[in-house]
């Protein structure tokens, strides 16, 4: 069919009497009739000979496409794809890919005491990681002091244990702040941590306006999928601001929120619900921003999102692409944004934790593989691969070793990171881009119908959907419809390794002497002072974050800060969705 080249102008324009959008339409007629004798002749054949298998399904639960054709989709080049760096950002948000720059290697560390956790995180720099990721214990990610009653078995276990600046300056000891970029998985303490790490920026000769990093500070997840909230929405809500207005003038290279989707995808929910969920708390997040006085250009550029890696590598892929494409429309369209930075979806990845298995471990390595390149496909910025072992424990050095080496062998041994977004333009890869993003708007719309993700969150609606799927993808495994090797099929009859990471119990007696000693040493009257300072702030409507600095210069806990807090904002109780 020999093309044409004038061009009426009329998209649906049905003659193909010398215009462009003719040949088109005429082009996806021919291609849709042939798909049809196709599927009447070559395929029914094959098909009454060999059975196609029965129950195949992506992991979102839908019936997975056998095949894509052009007519699958719209490709309108410059409206959904255009180029690596340029508005709508589908194909990356730097011009070169990966051809410049590699993504950051960090690996999600901490455990036990600050001493011990310095130990691993200089293990792996020395092994090439290229970027730190700090895991908190629990008492210090809800505000409590490892002396509280409410710490006691939790000290240490899930994270490393951080009571005051003393112990942030001991994880960061002999390692040199303006050379490294730090990620911190907090939230309800995200202003108390972020004070420390900058107040061991000063202590090392490091200015707060050289720090390079990101706190996770996305509290409204916590309410839908993590738990580890402290305050209720509202107020927690106006500390994040704070701290976007903050860092704006001291902090500008610091990503002052990573709003995280990863949390949610673990809890259960389909990648559709994953992205929409997502940028649902990123508008809701900027929202609240300009209600408090800032333009969105001042902080939109460094916000930063977290997504999940999952097992479906081609779903995972175009949905990284259609997060990026819908969250620059959002910015452009809904806020006005002028600054092309502003519209940048800058993302961290994390390989799926619930997808690891405690039988046969060493699967696991496998499936970090794919959702490795999920990752790197998708064009994410930053990327944390678990451990074979973390379905039994804290992963051991040797296990951490294997993951971070998936990552490089990945990025220097595969060849995916030499070409810009070498998926796009398969037929598959955009049907599906284009599928997530309209069903994921469908959800914002919803959203935003009900008055904000706030008001959906007090509703319970976002909870309900995600355990829906979280039910519905469970109910696949047991019937068998969905395979996880290892657990319902092809098992093996193993004992569970033994050379397992445990961290010792009584971490918690070490914490309380250390509590007991800073408290005899330091100036207890400043650090009153300082927090009858922050709950004056607290009580008003100024900015907490130089009052919470002041607080922990002098040693103030980071128990005894949230406390002051909880005093005036109260605490969140969690409603029951059934």
Known sequence: MEKHNKDCGEKNCGQNTGCEAGYIRKKREFIQNERERWQESSLKKFIDKVPEREGLIDYSGDPAERLATPEDFDCAYEDKLGFPGEYPFTRGVYPTGYRGRLWTMRQYAGFGTAEESNKRYKFLLDQGQTGLSVAFDLPTQIGYDSDHKMSIGEVGKVGVAIDSLEDMETLFAEIPLDKVSTSMTINSTAAVLLAMYIAVGEKQGVSSKELRGTIQNDILKEYIARGTYIYPPRPSMRIITNIFEY????????????ISGYHIREAGSSAVQEVAFTLADGIEYCKAAISA??????????LSFFFNSHNDLLEEVAKFRAARRMWAKIIREQF???????MMLRFHTQTAGSTLTAQQPDNNIVRVAIQTLAAVFGGTQSLHTNSRDEALSLPTEDSVRIALRTQQIVATESGVANTIDPLAGSYFIEQLTDKIEAEAFSYIDKIEEMGGMISAIERGYVQKEIQDSAYKYQRSIESGERVIVGVNKYRVEKEAPKELLKVDPSIRDVQVNKLESLRSRRDNIAVEKHLDSLRNAAQSDGNLMPHIIDAVREYATIGEISDVLRDVFGEYKEQVIL
């Open 247 to 258: 860092c704006t003038q001291h902090v500008p290279k610091w990503n002052t929120i990573s």
């Open 293 to 302: 006085g800032l333009d969105i250009d001042s902080f939109a550029g460094r």
């Open 336 to 342: 006005d944004a002028k600054d092309p930075k502003s």
